[in-house]
């Protein structure tokens, strides 16, 4: 009987992905990925896989294929270190594109007002405007890691620190400029997609995230409404068939919210492209074949 496949959940990938080489994480980073690192575990990993670490032992996966949350080049280190040896992946150029909020808002706005802004004055510009919907705007960085890296900033009102953010942002690849609306339900589709393009999505999941957008949990819908499912599956395949142009395959998904508006809700069927595995993946998908 084969192996178990060796994991290592990599959730800080995007911020090695902005990085780059000489990439290591903060203290407060590590922190963060061992609040959620068991929980994920127990639904993406199937019986007889091996989770490690950057501090695993030499050798100690030896004869097993190798998953990552995220192949990053540190993460895939990491596998061969232990011994085991990683599964086909996209590479790094790749995965700085597909990681980055500019991917999803190349897909076009779902949020009347959003922008990802490249230029320090422009995104300034736009947060002295009032937003066509919401109280304020939420400002998130290109490249971030669960519910980190983005403020609420009020309309005409942005601070110092709230300049500086931006303007760090901007450095660092641009900035995601969005109305801040009052959400009611989060939701998620996963899916895979093969090297020649071929796209299987997993069930809708909703999700229950913090105040800051740090997620806390998921569970599948067994029913959803059609007119939801359908929206959010639509925005699934678009993403899909985006991904693989640029050269992308693997798990993915997409994030999607229904928020207050005139008195009732509103859906936005993609607020976010994860190319990667994510918190839920396990939840909406199953765990990854060994």
């Known amino acids: 009987m084969a192996a178990g496949a060796a994991w290592i959940l990599n959730l800080d990938a995007e911020y090695e992905v902005a990085t780059g080489r000489g990439y290591t994480p903060r203290r407060a980073v590590l922190a963060a990925m061992a ?3 068991a929980r994920i575990a127990a639904t993406l990993l199937a019986p007889g896989d ?3 670490d950057a501090e695993t032992a030499p050798g100690a996966a030896r004869g097993r294929v190798g998953r990552c949350y995220c192949p990053t080049p540190r993460a895939l280190a990491a596998l061969r270190r232990a011994g085991a040896e990683p599964e086909p992946h996209p590479p790094p150029k790749v995965l700085r594109v597909v990681l980055s ?4 808002a190349s897909l076009g706005p779902t949020l009347p007002g959003e922008v990802f802004v ?7 510009a736009t947060l002295a405007a009032p937003p066509p919907i919401g109280d304020g705007w939420r400002v998130k960085r290109a490249y971030g890691m669960a519910g980190r890296d983005q ?3 009020r309309a005409g009102a942005a601070s110092a620190a709230d300049v500086g953010f931006v303007r760090a942002s901007i450095a660092e690849g641009g900035v995601a400029v ?6 009611v339900r989060e939701y998620a589709l996963h899916g895979r997609l093969g090297a020649g393009g071929e796209v299987t999505l997993g069930s809708l999941v909703e999700s229950e995230t ?12 067994e029913r959803p409404a059609p007119a939801l499912a359908a929206a959010v599956a639509a925005e699934a395949e678009r993403a899909a068939a985006a991904l693989s142009h640029l050269g992308y395959f693997g798990p993915f998904g997409v994030d999607a919210f229904t928020y207050e508006a005139d008195g009732g809700e509103e859906l936005r069927p993609r607020s976010e492209v994860n190319a990667r595995f994510t918190m839920a993946f396990g939840v909406g998908f199953g765990a990854a074949p060994s």
Do not use: C
Request: no cysteine.
């Open 35 to 37: 609040a959620h690192r």
């Open 50 to 52: 091996l989770l490690i």
């Open 101 to 104: 909020r500019a991917f999803s």
């Open 118 to 124: 490249t230029d320090a004055g422009v995104a300034e």
């Open 151 to 153: 403020r609420v900033v």
């Open 178 to 183: 969005e109305p801040n609306v009052r959400i």
């Open 210 to 221: 913090d105040g800051h957008g740090a997620w806390l949990g998921a569970v599948r819908l």
